[in-house]
């Protein structure tokens, strides 16, 4: 069995981490790159076509009322959210 090898304590998946998953720097540095090249192979046309249709995509799939939602929680980041609504949990009140 592939997995009698392995160090106790670590995970029995066989999956090392190596590569990308061991160097998140190394991956975004990758993304720059193939996106410089699709850039310079397709142009900017190319993504602004790809951003339109996602913005597409999620309209039809959660409707319009989810851009109001994005739009009224403004730069509020995920975590921010997250924390009001913990505090507001604490304090009885609703957010």
Excluded: C
């Amino acid at each position: 069995m592939a997995n009698e090898k392995t160090p106790e304590g670590a995970k029995a998946t066989g999956a090392r981490r190596g590569g990308f998953a061991a160097n998140p720097t190394r991956a975004s540095e990758a993304g720059k790159r193939g996106a410089a090249t699709v850039k310079e192979r397709l142009g900017s046309e190319h993504f602004k076509r790809m951003g339109k249709l996602g913005g597409t995509a999620v309209k039809q799939k959660y409707g319009p009322d989810y851009y109001r939602e994005i739009g009224r929680r403004g730069g509020r980041s995920r975590w921010d959210a997250e924390k009001a609504r913990k505090e507001a949990e604490k304090s009885g009140t609703a957010a």
